[in-house]
C-alpha cells in the first residue's frame, strides 16, 4: 500500500479553518475547500514508488534511503502503467482502465452552487453533442466535460447544513408566502394551483428567466424579510448575504432544508437539485465533473439543459446512517457501483481488523491515530495514520487496520 499526498483545492467558498483544524496546521487565511484522494487528472494523489534504479540497489549502498530511491509520482499514473494489478481485473471490466470514484473532504464555509447532475445516458448524449460542436472542454459555456454521471455522497465529520431535493409545492408555497414579497406571489400561486411536475417547473423556470434587475431587487427584499422572520427562513437569509441579488436564493425554497449530525449522510443521485451550504464532511463520487448549476454562481446556467435534466418531482430528503456488520464495517447503502464508502470505528486493543479486498481502496482516517500494514510499504510496522491522513491498498493487497481511531473505506461494487 501506499501512503497517499493529496492537493488542497482553494476555492472561494471554502472554509479558512475547517481542513487544518482536522489536519492538525497553521490555518493560512486563504479558503481550503475540498481535499482530493484519487485519480482524478485535475489534481491526482501523489505516491512514491520505487524507482527503476532502487528495485536492484547500488552496490554501494546496502541499505539506501528509500526517500532518495523512490520517485514521487501520480496515481493516475501508476494506474495506467499497470491497470489491473492496481484495480484488479473485475473492476477493469466493469469501470475501465481508471479508478472510478474521487474521495474528499470537504469544508465548506460559504454555500456552494446549487446544482444537479446527468445520469449516465445524459452525460453520453451531452458530451458527444459538445464533442460534435466543437464546444472547447475548457470554454466557460461548456456543460459536459465527460461523458460520465456523477452521483454523490457526503458524510458529516460535523454538523452539516444543504439542500436536497424538491420540497412539496404546497410547503414552498407556504414558505414563500410567509415572507410577503409581492413579485413572487405569482410563484405562491403556481406552486398551489398546478400538479406537482409542472408546478416546480413553471416556477423554476420562471425565477431563472426573470430580467436579473428585478430579480435582484425581489432577492434583497426576501432576504430582509427572511432575516426578520428568523426560524426556518433564516438559511435563505445567510444563503442571500453570500450570494445577494441572485436567482438561486429563491429557487433554493424550493428545496428541502437538510442538517446533518455527524456519522449521517446524504446520497444525491441523478437529476437532484442540491447544495451544500457549511460545514466539514467526507464526500464520493463518481470520477466526473459534470454539473449543471441552477444558482447561488456566477458562472454560466444553461437553463433549457438544466430544465431538460431535473427531475421535477418532490421527494423526502433520505437521511443516511450506517448500517453495522459483525466485521465492525459501518457500510452507507447507495444504488451505485462506482463507489462504496463504509466506516470504521477502531476501539484500539482488540484485534487487527482485515480489509483485504478484490479491490482498490483508499483508507482515509479522520480521527486518532490508526495503522494500517500489508505486504508493500511500511508493512512491519504498518503506516500510522494521522486525522486527514489516507493510503492507497491496490486490489488484492493485504492489508489490515489496527489502533484507535476512526477510518473511512473507499472502494467500488463489482
Known amino acids: 500500500m501506499d ?42 494523489s501523489r505516491l512514491r514508488r520505487p524507482s527503476a534504479s532502487a528495485v536492484s540497489g547500488p552496490v554501494s549502498d546496502p541499505d539506501p534511503d ?60 451531452g458530451h458527444a453533442d459538445e464533442e460534435r460542436r466543437g464546444v472547447p472542454v475548457n ?23 444543504g439542500l436536497c431535493g424538491f420540497r412539496r409545492p404546497a410547503e414552498a408555497a407556504d414558505l414563500i408566502a410567509a415572507l410577503e414579497v409581492d413579485p413572487l406571489k405569482p410563484y405562491v400561486d403556481l406552486l398551489r394551483a398546478q400538479p406537482e411536475e409542472e408546478a416546480l417547473r413553471e416556477v423554476l423556470t420562471a425565477i431563472l428567466t426573470a430580467d436579473p434587475v428585478a430579480m435582484a431587487h425581489t432577492v434583497a427584499d426576501a432576504a430582509e424579510a427572511a432575516e426578520r422572520l428568523g426560524g426556518a427562513h433564516a438559511p435563505y437569509a445567510q444563503i442571500a448575504h453570500h450570494y445577494p441579488g441572485d436567482p438561486g436564493v429563491i429557487a433554493a425554497m424550493l428545496l428541502n432544508y437538510v442538517q446533518l449530525q455527524p456519522g449521517e449522510a446524504m446520497f444525491l443521485g441523478a437529476g437532484v437539485p442540491h447544495a451544500y451550504l ?9 470520477n466526473s465533473d459534470n454539473v449543471l448549476r441552477c444558482g447561488l454562481t456566477p458562472k454560466h446556467i444553461d437553463v433549457p439543459e438544466l430544465l431538460r435534466i431535473v427531475r421535477f418531482e418532490a421527494t423526502e430528503p433520505g437521511i443516511l446512517r450506517p448500517e453495522a456488520s459483525s466485521t465492525g464495517e459501518e457500510l452507507y447503502e447507495t444504488p451505485v457501483d462506482e463507489f462504496r464508502l463504509s466506516r470504521y470505528v477502531l476501539p484500539g486493543g482488540g484485534a487487527p481488523v482485515d480489509l483485504t479486498a478484490a479491490t482498490p481502496q483508499i483508507l482515509l482516517c479522520t ?19 494521522a486525522p486527514g491522513e489516507s493510503v492507497f491498498v491496490p486490489a488484492g493487497e493485504t492489508v489490515e487496520v489496527s489502533g484507535t481511531g476512526t477510518l473511512f473505506r473507499a472502494t467500488v461494487v463489482v
Not at 470554454?139 to 447544513?161: G, M, Q, S, V, W
Not at 457549511?278 to 463518481?286: D, F, N, Q, S, T
Request: a negative charge.
Open 3 to 44: 501512503r497517499l499526498s493529496n492537493t488542497v483545492r482553494p476555492y472561494a467558498w471554502g472554509s479558512t479553518t475547517a481542513i487544518p483544524e482536522l489536519l492538525g496546521t497553521v490555518p493560512t487565511g486563504e479558503p481550503q475547500a475540498e481535499m482530493w484522494m484519487g485519480a482524478h487528472p485535475g489534481a491526482p
Open 66 to 125: 528509500p526517500v532518495s530511491v523512490s520517485d514521487e509520482v501520480s496515481l493516475t499514473d501508476v494506474i495506467a502503467a499497470d491497470p489491473e494489478r492496481e484495480l484488479g481485473p473485475a473492476a477493469v471490466r466493469a469501470f475501465g482502465p481508471r479508478l472510478p470514484f474521487l474521495l474528499k473532504l470537504l469544508a465548506a464555509g460559504a454555500p456552494l452552487s446549487l446544482q444537479v447532475h446527468p445520469d449516465l445516458a445524459q452525460a453520453q448524449q
Open 139 to 161: 470554454a466557460p459555456h461548456r456543460t459536459y466535460k465527460d461523458a460520465n454521471h456523477k452521483p454523490e455522497l457526503i458524510c458529516a465529520l460535523t454538523p452539516f447544513d
Open 278 to 286: 457549511g460545514g466539514l464532511g467526507v464526500e464520493i463520487m463518481a
Open 367 to 385: 480521527a486518532g491515530a490508526p495503522r494500517a500494514g500489508g505486504t508493500g510499504a511500511g508493512a512491519g510496522e504498518g503506516i500510522g495514520l
